[in-house]
């Protein structure tokens, strides 16, 4: 029982999916304004179904996860799992939190729900086999939750402030993709995915992942700039969090005596956008 529930997070790609449902809380509690038992279902809804989302990933890459150091081990290509019991898995999580989306929010949200399982189950995840640049339009996966959550909460899909917040969550995740898929470049083309290490040399991608990092840094000002966030205190933590993002990620720009690790700038912008969530959760509460 206690194997088939570890298979289970890892197909499911917990740390990833509870992420996600952070961003949906977040997006609920700016349009809401308050701490409620409504945000229960859409998030509960978005983190099913990004686990289903998940484990379709596992089905549908399995043939080149066995190819690298880092995905060998996964349930598919280790021998843990059955591709079918794994897409039966998929399906079931995917409708289940489809399922969840529609009832805790309306049929605006169930269809966010499903576009971002369709951009990446059906756009993403085939497109990286053909370009290195499949992290931008992939990106767009990571606008949606938030979205979800604010319409869950009361607020339009068009309304500006819900498109601020979506391009913020789009933003970063390009520089995310990026630095991790440079940490692991050597396996990906191995494993035959185009790869951006097989492109440029190291120089020019430290200056390009310095500049989407640095549009992620502009994007997060414009969060107490178009109103999203107005209180004074968690303005003034953000643009300390911002200031402090673009120095650490400056070091990208000078002669690197030592070798370049992806992985060390890949984790401070989590913590960056992790402490934006907060942010944006804790503002309308005070």
Known sequence: ??????????????????????????????????????????????????????????????????????????????????????????ILLSGIGSALIYIGSDFVGFQLGLLALIWYNAIYTPMKRKTAFAVIPGSVIGAIPPVVG?????????????????????????????????????????????????????KQIRYITFLWTFATAISALMIPLFGLITSKTITILLMLAVFWLVVVFAGLLRKQVTTFNPFYYFMRINYFVLAVIIFLSIDPLL
């Open 1 to 90: 029982m206690i194997e088939n529930l570890r298979i289970l997070a890892e197909l499911s790609k917990v740390r990833i999916t509870f992420a996600v449902a952070l961003t949906t809380i977040a997006g609920y509690l700016l349009a809401s304004g308050q701490f409620d038992s409504g945000m229960i279902l859409p998030t509960l809804g978005i983190f099913i179904l990004a686990c289903g989302s998940s484990a379709l990933n596992h089905y549908q890459d399995s043939d080149r996860d066995i190819l690298m150091e880092r995905t060998k081990n996964r349930p598919i290509p280790a021998g843990k799992i059955s591709r079918n019991n794994t897409l039966l898995i998929a």
């Open 150 to 202: 604010w319409v869950a909460g009361g607020g339009s899909i068009t309304d500006p402030h819900a498109m601020i917040l979506a391009f913020f969550f789009f933003i970063w995740q390009v520089p995310h993709f990026w630095l991790l898929m440079l940490r692991y470049g050597k396996e990906y083309e191995k494993a035959g995915y185009p790869a951006i290490t097989s492109l440029y040399n190291d």
